[in-house]
């Protein structure tokens, strides 16, 4: 039986999919984990303690592991690990990525560098440093061309990004992400990234790279308009309802950015607007789609991509990856900050003709916040139908259905 080393970082959404898809290929799992020891009675013992922000020292443990029970493919079900995957992978001759391609996905400078390189279609960039004055920003702002997009370099879920359309405007939009990436632990230090804003229709590809090249698995609308300032996901459809132009155009820039960033082998989630068949590439990472959106994809064997990227780690047969119908997936927002008290109308939501699953991922109780400020989601609400038009309209009547009640303040158990 094939043995895999999942990398699971505390907070992930992922781990359960990546599960499920590794008991359908039957392979054994091993989880490498921050704190092992919290899963160990769940696992039965098959969990490995690995300092997942260290890849150096967590490379040297999972070698160390190997030696006594070999590994067949290391895969991290997240964007944290991704690196320590290719680290390890590459130290014990598995298939993967070259680490140097996977940390330029986990630094937006980075990427945009490697992307200029090879001149792939992207927005038009600069860093900002930390010590910046407001006459900086507008040099800088200046350079890039308004309207323009600030954020930091290493975070997700578009925290901490936000558009600027004038000079002051971004002066003071600069303050405010350098502000949330400080609260998000990002180092002060550290620069920020100033982009031009691409207008257009936004996609997510999912792609497979095997030996080099990408096999697109799935393209989706984001139908909401994503114009700013803050970007919050919402609904996203497949397959896509782009014209042939702009969605050959979406696939060509993604392809050529794959190359350029010198990703091989694994998952490929790459986000690309487009409009007039010139398509610009906002980012790529090396990892599935985020939160619990894969179940929107079944392909046409029958599989899920976690056991398509589980069996392409291990060498197996992929067979057809077409994927099968229109689904999609809406992310509930968080209407405002303050602390979550209840979803109302879930039943309704439930009932609604084409809707799958709801599932909401935040606690009663819990400190919620929208973005740019927060990062998760409240939860994720499925459909599947004949059309992508009728499935957008079934996220839609289902998130009518839903009333998040927020109420003012977070208990920090002071009282
Ligand atoms: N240069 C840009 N032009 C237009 N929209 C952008 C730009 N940069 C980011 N965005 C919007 O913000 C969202 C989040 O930005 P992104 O760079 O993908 O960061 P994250 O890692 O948080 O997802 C994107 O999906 C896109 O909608
Ligand atoms: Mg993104």
Redesign the pocket.
């Known amino acids: 039986m094939a043995r895999l080393l999942l990398l699971v970082p505390s907070a992930t959404y992922r781990a359960r999919d990546f599960l499920d898809a590794a008991r359908a290929l039957g392979v054994e799992v091993v989880i490498g984990t921050e704190e092992a020891h919290a899963l160990a009675e769940l696992m039965g013992g098959r969990t490995l303690e690995v300092p997942l922000d260290d890849p150096n020292e967590a490379a040297r443990v999972i070698v160390a592991h190997d030696a006594v029970l070999p590994i067949d493919a290391v895969i991290a079900v997240d964007d944290v690990g991704t690196l320590v995957a290719a680290e390890a992978s590459a130290q014990l001759g598995l298939r993967h990525n070259p680490p140097d391609a996977v940390a330029a996905t986990r630094d ?1 400078l980075a990427m945009r560098a490697r992307l200029a390189a090879m001149e792939v279609p992207q ?1 038009a ?1 600069a860093a900002l440093r930390a010590g910046a004055g407001p006459e900086e920003v507008a040099a800088v702002v200046g350079a890039v061309g308004l309207p ?2 600030i ?1 930091p370099t290493t ?7 936000l ?1 600027a359309d004038t000079v002051a405007e971004a002066q003071a939009v600069a303050e405010r992400v350098r502000h949330i990436a400080t609260a998000a632990g990002v180092d002060p230090a550290a620069a920020l990234l100033v ?5 257009g229709p ?1 996609v997510a590809v999912e792609g497979l790279m095997v030996t080099g090249e990408l096999r697109a698995l799935a393209v989706f609308d ?1 139908p909401d308009p ?1 114009d ?1 300032p803050a ?1 919050e ?1 919402t609904i996203y459809v497949t397959p896509s309802r782009l014209a042939p132009g702009d969605l050959a155009a979406v696939l060509a820039a993604t392809s050529a950015a794959t190359v350029a960033l010198g990703l091989v082998e694994g998952p490929v989630h790459a ?1 690309v ?1 487009v409009r007039h068949a010139r398509a ?1 590439v ?2 790529v ?1 090396a990892r599935t789609i985020g939160g619990l959106c894969s179940r929107t994809l079944s392909f046409s064997t029958g599989r899920s991509l976690e056991e398509l990227v589980i069996a392409h780690a291990l060498g197996l047969a992929l067979g057809e990856t077409g994927a099968q119908g229109a689904s999609g997936v809406l992310m509930v927002p968080i209407p405002r900050a303050g602390t979550l008290v209840g979803v109302d109308g879930q039943d309704e939501a439930r009932q609604v003709p084409g809707v799958t699953e709801l599932q909401i991922t935040i606690a009663t109780g819990r400190a919620v916040a929208p973005v740019p400020e927060g ?1 998760r989601y409240l939860g994720f609400v499925f459909a599947r139908d004949s059309t992508p038009a009728r499935v957008e309209r079934a996220l839609r009547r289902a998130w009518a259905c839903l009333e998040v009640r927020v109420e003012e303040g977070v208990d920090d158990g002071t009282a």
């Open positions: 937006k927005p960039f323009c997009v954020k975070l997700s879920g578009s925290q901490g990004v558009r982009e031009q804003f691409a207008p936004e984001k994503l700013g970007f996901e986000e607007r610009s906002i980012e990472a990062n």
